[in-house]
Structure formats: C-alpha cells, structure tokens
C-alpha cells in the first residue's frame, strides 16, 4: 500500500559533520511535507515543512530538499551537534484526505558522536 | 508556552482493564489526535476529532473509542484491554488551519504496558 517511508532506520555522524536524512514517499496526491524531531522521552517536535510547488527550503541549520519526479524528501542538518541526537520522522499531507491527516514515516535515528 | 499535557506518563494495567488517557490542550485547537508509536513502526493514526463532540477513524481505531466532551479535551478509552496495546500513547493539537503550517503540537506521550 501506499507509505511514507524511509530509507535508513539508523544515522551515525560525527559531531560537526553534515547529516542527510531520507524519506520516500509513493503517494503523488501528497502535497505538504514536514519534518518532526523527537528527543528521548518527548513529544515531536516541528522542525520544518515544504510545500509540493517547492524544491527547497532552508531553516537555522536546517534545510529540506523536495525532489517530486523520484518522490523523495530529504533534511540536511549543518554541522550536527549533539543536541540533534533524535528521531526524525517525515510526515505528509495528502491532498484531498481529511483536514488535519498526516501520515507519518517510521523514523530514522540519528547519533552524534563527540 | 503552547502546551499539550497529558495526565499519565506511565501506566500499568491488567488484561481486561477499562483505561482512559486523558489529554488537555490550553490553546484553543479545534482539532485534536491520538497517536500511538511502536518502535520501527513510526506514529500511527488511532482517532481524531476536528470539533467538539465529532470524532473520526484514523488507521487502526480498532479496540479503541475517544471523547470529545470539551474543546480542550480529549480523551482516549481502552473498553477493554489488550496485551498488544501495550504501546507509546501521544496526543497531539493543531488549529483548524494548523495543517497549513504543519504545527501540530505534541504531548510528552504516555507509556502504557498490559499485563
């Protein structure tokens, strides 16, 4: 069925060292994507989104790339540190479901090491 | 500080056992959801309700019901318990146009293991 998923469960990088993370979606309705961080022991948290008229858009340290033509959805984390050390899930938004849907991706962790 | 809390981080409950998570939002978000996390499986879509008193099906409702009694409140029941709910429980909130923007806003989640 269709999914959002992702490529590599697990990310290891080394502190100051760029992070890619990826996500691959199959649904070609979908037209709003937003990355999530969640912490041990939190909630996620909103990071940033992009929307499908969009290849990319870029935050404090953060940027998501958009590439419609292989559905596929990336975040690229500038000198990782630390603190970044989470889950990240991809979540959509499917043109046409319900208000308020997202459909969210099984997760990658990401480990910086000092 | 927007703040979505809800009342258990940890519960312990019995096979059989009638369970109620409670979630409460202080920012007057019309829509309200219930997630549950299993590891490798991501954030799953249980319930959601858009209004007071509405509710919708998300992807796996099954042995579960919910409660929209108040806007700020909403609430989710395990009639009666399983050992495979034993699950990460996160409810989250979003203004009506929230979907827009992507903001929903998450609780600290609830931890329930059945026994």
């Known amino acids: 069925g269709e999914s959002v998923g992702l490529h590599l469960p697990t990310l290891s990088v080394q502190e100051g060292d760029n992070s890619i993370i990826n996500c691959a979606y199959s649904n070609s309705a979908s037209d709003y994507f937003i990355w999530y961080k969640q912490e041990s022991g939190k909630g996620p948290q909103f990071i940033i989104d992009i929307r499908s008229n969009m290849d990319k858009r870029q935050g404090q340290r953060v940027t998501v790339l958009l590439n419609k033509t292989v559905k596929h959805l990336s975040l690229q984390i500038a000198a990782t540190q630390p603190g970044d050390s989470a889950v990240y899930f991809c979540a959509e938004n499917r043109r046409g479901s319900t208000l308020g849907r997202l459909y969210f991706g099984r997760g990658t962790q990401l480990t910086v090491w000092p | ?115």
Not at chain 2, 41 to 50: E, H, Q
């Open chain 2, 1 to 115: 500080d927007v703040k979505v809390t809800q009342s258990s981080r940890y519960l312990v409950k019995r096979t059989g056992e009638k369970v109620f998570l409670e979630c409460v939002q202080d920012m007057d978000h019309e829509n309200m959801f219930w997630y549950r996390q299993d590891p490798g499986l991501g954030l799953r879509l249980i319930y959601f309700s858009y209004d007071v008193k509405m509710k919708e099906k998300g992807d796996i409702p099954e042995g579960y019901s919910v409660s929209r009694e108040k806007k700020e409140r909403f609430s989710l029941i395990l009639e009666s318990a399983s050992t495979n709910q034993t699950s990460m429980y996160l409810c989250a909130s979003s203004f009506r146009q929230g979907i827009e923007t992507g903001e929903l806003f998450f609780g600290e989640g609830s931890r329930l293991t059945v026994l």
